[in-house]
């Protein structure tokens, strides 16, 4: 077990239509205006693992502590987030480490 001091949040997106791909990428950007993560950054998948083509982008974001994350979730620009994307994503997974 780890002992860092921090929180890992990573979320994994797949798209309705693979077409969308980079509208979800730029809605799920909107989130790096959010001030509470000490590290942030959204990818599409490279696809270099052939058994995990079904995720097509990735939030990685970085926290001091839980309530950096919750203070993240509360803020406007999560919703709008959410608001963009919602409607174009297929799966979404994420986990808190």
Known sequence: MSDRSFIRHVVFF???DKADVARI???LSILGG???ASHFEVCENSRADGLSGEVDV???A???DR???DAYKA???YQQSIDRVRPLRDMRVAADF
């Open 14 to 16: 797949s798209a309705k």
């Open 58 to 60: 990735i939030v990685y």
């Open 34 to 36: 959010i001030p509470h």
């Open 25 to 27: 990428r730029e809605g």
């Open 62 to 64: 970085e926290f001091p």
């Open 67 to 69: 309530a950096a994350l």
């Open 75 to 77: 803020d406007p620009i």
